[in-house]
């Protein structure tokens, strides 16, 4: 460790003027800086924190704001570790020049990665220690005799004896590395961390004052509109730049291979300019018909099939059970669907290119405009700037480089901002799935054998460093998606369990070679997963797999439930292995006041609006969150319609940052899964996506009849922090498809729920 | 291109733009405000919503020359993070945000209609916000800060009638 000596000569100032509120508008630096690459190494503590002269902490993070208040629990988690106000911290948040590169803010990983022992959360305890160090040596004391208030470190028992943390480091670097021993704050100890310390965003935001991406406005910026292909495959022929000949504003017309974009003085000329713009395309091959395509899901070739748990005696199991039960859960296509469609101001010039980006991987779209615009990475600096909600990989990585590509054309600043049917028609779609599931039940009613089988379509998916062909723009100026490698049949599963995005069943044992890894106590199990080639870009949407996969789990648990008429709590509690998941299930039903008995309700009457309820649960990812719902629905059985009244939700999530924003998360998750569940869907034609705005691809708006939702927070102290922003929405369809069928006895299976396939559901009746 | 004079948060503006432009672009690109917000153009979402003469007004769909020497509110227009307006307040105490993208269409489509509604029930404030969208479904926390706002100009109106 450096002594205090080492300590003080090092380094200059490391802090970079930023103001609190935009530190991503710091116009000085829209041309760099750009090698800054010691900022960057993740050991070194300087790559993660500053304290300036005044005392001030900037903390640099690779995990961005993307409207799940990730921003304020970082804020949180500096405050907390460093002993200084909310206010006194400045977090960076994605800026490639100085903030460490953390990949994506994805998978609900933002939590586990910072908030453990490790990254961020480490850098505080390690800077806290060494300041701790700093203090003592100045004060003439042992550490174990010093507080810390405010950021300042004080004499036990003598307050004329104190030095606040600018005298001890201000404006010099650490130079440290991360220590593996430094002890973190515990959550007893937490008075930041922990409590529902509001946005530090939110008064912002509610008085306009917030700058978005969409805001970012540069000295003598231009504005640009892509025109993209009119349907799925197509081609460029040709493009008569004549046909806007007549238009004001016009600066250029950029065409690179299947790549067509317009660039203006005016966003309005921009707009008219690509509407107006004569291009002539090849027609790509048709589209498989939206009417049969699951059926056609499940022969599509080739396949890459994963055995994810094989016991090898299933056939024979289900042989030998009292009853087998079989069912086919289907699951659309579905959007991001920001309601701001995505955009991103590029500078390019001179060789080097500036991008503000409201991407979810600032280091990998680097890489990426890299490669698009054809200079050396280094020459590129993504500042991530917010967007609108994304919920996974919406618009905002094929906008970067779009917006890159006009301002390389034209030498000048570009913003670009898709129309809402470029975001909605090219975007990458979370999958659709197919699956069957099969179960033998014993003379007891147990589960004596599980058997899952999944087809899903994939093509793309997020760019990473090296594959802007994932995503449209990428694909249209000739990069290649990354490669469909097939694989038929299966490797038998070996090593440990991989859960594999909730294709496994929280009921199974997950034992491979002996060694058991999942949430349940079938040890009959064999789950065999089929990715197949989509006519669409498919990527990421918030629980992504996770979500189709449970939605067929936990109604497949409900059917078998009623099957042996049992009740579906209990009944999901006996095929449980494991406590949290098990806890959250009993803190739900409990919460709800859950009456034990099996569905559907008995004495429920044919017509009319029936009432039911129905609970789901998930082990997010195996071990990532905790979580489970019960939803009570109304079901108008003249029309069809459903209305969920309450949901009661309970979360583990280990240790929680932020309870406030916890609940703003579940409560998000638990609504957006529902207008999942009831009315969205992706829908195509022969050549081209027909769901292209607020009128074909349905969300609920604001006066849409909403239930009223009880959120329990089980505050696990003793456990790592798990991700929380995916849980909730992951087990809501199968909640609600569970209180349709308690109401009414009729079972849904396909995604969305309309009421014509709930009223068809309900005309299906014995 | 013609002269079109507007009053915009309180400032008399002279604009040289042809009057068929959508008032978003104007706002957001000549006066440069961050409020109204381009979603999907087609006055479908709310997200470019601003108040001109007393009503919501969907300003992606909303050519300026139609709006000559309106008074015109953006959502930067009604308050500040320092002095928030009330109905901006009760969003900040219900946190009602994630994004926070939709908040002009939420916040300015429920001022114009309280404020000339001010003791609808909340089935007429569901119905008034029936054409809005919030992706991240703040949903339940929107509705209570609009009521939270509801109830404090119905308790003034009261006030004023006795």
């Known amino acids: 460790m450096a002594s205090r000596r080492e300590f003080l000569k090092s380094g200059g100032a490391l802090i970079v003027s930023f103001s609190a509120s935009a530190a991503w508008l710091d116009r000085a630096f829209a041309q760099g800086p750009f090698g800054t690459q010691d900022q960057r190494v993740a050991r070194q503590l300087d790559s993660w924190l500053a304290i300036g002269a005044d005392g001030r902490v900037t903390a640099y993070t690779g995990k961005c704001e993307l409207g799940q208040g990730i921003y304020t629990a970082q804020t949180q988690l500096v405050a907390e570790e460093l002993s200084v106000p909310v206010a006194r911290v400045t977090l960076i948040q994605c800026d490639t020049s100085?903030?460490?590169?953390?990949?994506?803010?994805?998978?609900?990983?933002?939590?586990?990665?910072?908030?453990?022992?490790?990254?961020?959360?480490?850098?505080?305890?390690?800077?806290?220690?060494?300041?701790?160090?700093?203090?003592?040596?100045?004060?003439?004391?042992?550490?174990?005799?010093?507080?810390?208030?405010?950021?300042?470190?004080?004499?036990?028992?003598?307050?004329?004896?104190?030095?606040?943390?600018?005298?001890?480091?201000?404006?010099?670097?650490?130079?440290?590395?991360?220590?593996?021993?430094?002890?973190?704050?515990?959550?007893?100890?937490?008075?930041?961390?922990?409590?529902?310390?509001?946005?530090?965003?939110?008064?912002?935001?509610?008085?306009?004052?917030?700058?978005?991406?969409?805001?970012?406005?540069?000295?003598?910026?231009?504005?640009?509109?892509?025109?993209?292909?009119?349907?799925?495959?197509?081609?460029?022929?040709?493009?008569?730049?004549?046909?806007?000949?007549?238009?004001?504003?016009?600066?250029?017309?950029?065409?690179?291979?299947?790549?067509?974009?317009?660039?203006?003085?005016?966003?309005?000329?921009?707009?008219?300019?690509?509407?107006?713009?004569?291009?002539?395309?090849?027609?790509?091959?048709?589209?498989?018909?939206?009417?049969?395509?699951?059926?056609?899901?499940?022969?599509?070739?080739?396949?890459?099939?994963?055995?994810?748990?094989?016991?090898?005696?299933?056939?024979?199991?289900?042989?030998?059970?009292?009853?087998?039960?079989?069912?086919?859960?289907?699951?659309?296509?579905?959007?991001?669907?920001?309601?701001?469609?995505?955009?991103?101001?590029?500078?390019?010039?001179?060789?080097?290119?500036?991008?503000?980006?409201?991407?979810?991987?600032?280091?990998?779209?680097?890489?990426?405009?890299?490669?698009?615009?054809?200079?050396?990475?280094?020459?590129?600096?993504?500042?991530?700037?917010?967007?609108?909600?994304?919920?996974?990989?919406?618009?905002?990585?094929?906008?970067?480089?779009?917006?890159?590509?006009?301002?390389?054309?034209?030498?000048?600043?570009?913003?670009?901002?898709?129309?809402?049917?470029?975001e909605m028609a090219w975007e990458n779609y979370g999958m659709a799935y197919v699956i069957d599931q099969r179960v033998g039940v014993d003379a007891s009613g147990a589960i004596v054998a599980w058997d899952y089988e999944g087809w899903s379509p994939t093509l793309g998916g997020r760019p990473g460093y090296d594959r802007p062909g994932n995503v449209i723009t990428g694909q249209l100026l000739g990069f290649p998606p990354a490669a469909f490698t097939p694989r038929t049949p299966a490797p038998e599963p070996g090593g440990s369990l991989n859960n594999n995005s909730n294709a496994v069943p929280s009921y199974l044992a997950g034992c491979i070679a002996g060694r058991c890894g999942g949430a349940g106590t079938v040890k009959g199990e064999r789950v065999l997963s089929h990715s197949v080639p989509s006519p669409f870009f498919t990527g990421p949407l918030r629980s992504p797999s996770r979500l189709q996969n449970t939605f067929a789990h936990e109604s497949f648990m409900d059917e078998i439930a009623a099957h042996v008429k049992a009740d579906p709590v209990a009944y999901r509690l006996r095929h449980l292995s494991d406590p949290r998941l098990s806890h959250v299930v009993q803190e739900a039903a409990k919460a709800a006041r859950w009456e034990p008995r099996p569905s559907p309700r008995p004495g429920a009457a044919r017509t009319g609006v029936a009432s039911g309820r129905g609970i789901s649960c998930v082990a997010y990812e195996g071990d990532n969150g905790y979580v489970a719902m019960v939803a009570e629905v109304d079901v108008d059985q003249a029309t069809g319609q459903v209305k969920a009244t309450k949901f009661f939700v309970a979360q583990d999530c280990g240790p929680i940052s932020n309870p406030d924003g916890m609940r703003n998360q579940i409560e998000g998750g638990a609504l957006q899964g529902m207008s999942r569940a009831l009315g969205e869907e992706v829908t195509w034609d022969d050549h081209k996506v027909t769901s292209i705005d607020w009128r074909t691809f349905h969300s609920l708006t604001l006066g849409a009849a909403m239930p009223s939702i009880e959120s329990v927070l089980i505050n696990n102290t003793k456990a790592e922090a798990t991700g929380a922003g995916e849980t909730a929405i992951t087990i809501v369809a199968a909640a609600i498809g569970n209180a349709i069928f308690d109401a009414t006895g009729a079972r849904v299976r396909k995604i969305p729920f309309t009421p014509e396939r709930v009223k068809a559901a309900l005309d299906a009746r014995g | 291109m013609s002269v079109i004079a507007l009053t915009v948060n309180g400032r008399a503006h002279s604009l040289d733009v042809d009057p068929a432009t959508p008032l978003l672009y104007v706002l957001s690109d000549d006066l440069g405000l961050n409020g109204p917000k381009f979603g999907c153009g087609l006055g479908q979402c709310g997200a470019c919503t601003v108040i001109a003469r007393g009503r919501a007004v969907r300003s992606c769909v909303t050519a300026v020359g139609t709006l000559a020497g309106a008074e015109i509110t953006t959502l930067e227009g009604l308050g500040t993070p320092e002095r928030p307006h009330p109905i901006q307040q009760a969003f900040i105490d219900e946190q009602a945000a994630q994004c926070g993208f939709c908040l002009s269409g939420v916040i300015l489509t429920a001022k114009a209609f309280l404020d000339s509604n001010p003791k609808a029930s909340e089935a007429d404030i569901r119905q008034a916000m029936s054409t809005v969208l919030c992706r991240c479904f703040v949903h339940t926390r929107m509705l209570r800060a609009i009521q939270r706002y509801a109830s404090s100009i119905s308790n003034d109106a009261g006030r004023k009638a006795e």
């Not at chain 1, 921009?270 to 699951?294: C, H, M, N, V």
């Open chain 1, 98 to 422: 100085v903030a460490p590169d953390q990949g994506t803010t994805s998978g609900s990983q933002s939590t586990p990665t910072n908030f453990n022992e490790a990254n961020l959360a480490q850098a505080c305890a390690t800077a806290r220690e060494a300041l701790l160090r700093l203090g003592a040596a100045r004060l003439g004391v042992q550490v174990d005799q010093l507080t810390i208030v405010d950021g300042v470190i004080g004499v036990q028992g003598d307050a004329s004896r104190w030095v606040g943390y600018g005298d001890l480091v201000g404006g010099k670097k650490f130079n440290l590395t991360l220590s593996p021993t430094a002890k973190r704050r515990t959550p007893d100890t937490w008075t930041v961390l922990g409590k529902p310390i509001r946005r530090v965003d939110m008064a912002a935001m509610a008085t306009g004052a917030f700058e978005f991406v969409h805001n970012v406005r540069l000295p003598g910026m231009l504005h640009g509109r892509v025109v993209r292909p009119p349907s799925v495959g197509a081609t460029l022929a040709s493009v008569d730049e004549g046909s806007i000949r007549d238009l004001s504003g016009i600066v250029k017309v950029v065409v690179n291979k299947n790549f067509v974009g317009v660039v203006a003085a005016k966003p309005w000329q921009a707009i008219q300019a690509a509407e107006k713009l004569k291009a002539t395309w090849t027609p790509g091959e048709s589209l498989p018909s939206q009417r049969d395509f699951y059926a056609q899901l499940r022969s599509l070739k080739p396949s890459r099939d994963t055995l994810l748990v094989n016991s090898q005696d299933v056939d024979e199991l289900l042989a030998k059970a009292s009853a087998v039960l079989k069912a086919t859960y289907l699951h659309p296509y579905q959007m991001h669907a920001s309601i701001g469609s995505s955009c991103a101001v590029a500078d390019v010039r001179d060789g080097k290119a500036t991008i503000w980006s409201p991407t979810q991987s600032a280091y990998p779209t680097r890489s990426g405009a890299a490669r698009v615009l054809g200079i050396p990475v280094e020459s590129v600096r993504v500042i991530f700037t917010r967007g609108s909600g994304c919920y996974g990989i919406n618009g905002a990585d094929t906008v970067s480089y779009d917006a890159a590509l006009l301002s390389q054309a034209v030498g000048k600043p570009v913003r670009v901002q898709l129309s809402r049917k470029d």
